[in-house]
């Protein structure tokens, strides 16, 4: 007996009652490693100001498509563009430099170093001083350095981590650490933010903290945010536009209330996307 993927969806009119400039705009995208297909025809958008959630279950490709969208990964067909830019050709510090920020789902920060200073790190993309200027100039470098770490402090503020500024990441719990990872992603002042499963690993009140703080950073920041995550309590609650995956195809994508009531969705979750067929 062989289990057949899912045939994959033909999706709507995916502008139809979502209002707002698009973001990011993916258009059939196929992403292949030798032999295997990680994404095959993938396309969706991510309009101004929205929360769109990239879910499905272990394989389905949603790491991958975030590696294209960060061009860590270059699609094999098809086209990703962030409002004017072409990311199948851009450079990674280009990607960040013009409105694209990060969090990653494996904790990539210096466990010796402060809160404030794992943070500025985000900053490096906006620094225009370099080693040579500093030294020549040092009143300019001080004054530019005084205002990333002013920006800063406002992320750090918003994140409920202003008053941890100054301890060692390695000294705090893992929740926290992983709000210090949102906090340098942000740091960077993305009009773009990609989260790569920022709940997993956490306990459900640091579950219910960090959604709290999304909402928080809807109401405050000027910020769209593409998010992977299997949470789909935390999924249900903070997107207002679901992709759903599976094998690398959409096969589903719609509000939460609808996608909450498709078939295929449930299907997928449980692990029997396609109805089996017998081979004698």
Known sequence: ???????????????????????????????RYGAVTALEDVSFTVRAGEVVALVGPNGAGKTSMFNCVSAFSRPTEGSLRYRDMDLTTAKRHT?????????????????????????????????????????LLWRRSRREDLE????????????????????AVGDLPYGTRKRVELARALASDPTLLLMDEPVAGMN????????????????????SILVV??????????????????FGHVIAEGRPADIQKDARVRAAYLGNSAPATTET
């Not at 459900?204 to 910020?223: C, H, N, S, V």
């Not at 995550?229 to 599976?246: C, F, G, K």
């Open 1 to 31: 007996m062989t289990v057949r993927p899912a045939e994959p969806a033909t999706p709507g009119t995916r502008a139809q009652d979502r209002p707002g400039d698009v973001v990011l705009d993916v258009d059939g995208v196929t992403l």
């Open 229 to 246: 995550e299997h949470d789909m309590a935390m999924v249900m609650e903070v997107a207002d536009w679901i992709t759903v995956l599976d």
């Open 204 to 223: 459900p009140t640091e579950t219910a903290e960090l959604t709290q703080i999304l909402a928080r950073i809807r109401a405050e920041r000027d910020l």
């Open 95 to 135: 990607i960040a430099a013009a409105g694209v920020g990060r969090m990653f789902q494996n904790l990539s920060l210096f466990p010796g170093a402060t809160v404030m200073e794992n943070a500025l790190v985000g900053r490096h993309p906006l620094m225009r001083s370099s080693i040579a200027g500093n030294l």
């Open 148 to 167: 990333h770490r002013q920006a800063v402090a406002e992320v750090l503020q918003l994140l409920d981590l202003f008053e941890l500024r100054n301890t």
